[in-house]
């Protein structure tokens, strides 16, 4: 599922969930949950986390296994 994803690209960027939730603006529970799939994530948390991990949306909720984020205009 997405949220493993989620994880996965936390850990490989040496963060812990309290980090992500400072950057994202919540507390780390609220984070935690989205992480466990527990809880959907916001569309602006969801691209503000694509521009953190350098991410296309489409890698963090699983529709693509490409992780290039499409490129900006």
Known sequence: MYFQRLENLRIDKD???????????CQREVYRRYEKGFRQ?????????????NVSTDYLLGL???KKPYPRG
């Not at 916001?42 to 953190?52: E, G, N, R, S, T």
């Open 41 to 53: 994530i916001p569309v602006d948390f969801l691209i503000k986390l694509a521009m953190l991990y």
């Open 15 to 25: 963060m812990t969930q309290n980090d992500v939730a400072i950057y994202l603006g």
């Open 64 to 66: 693509t296994n490409e």
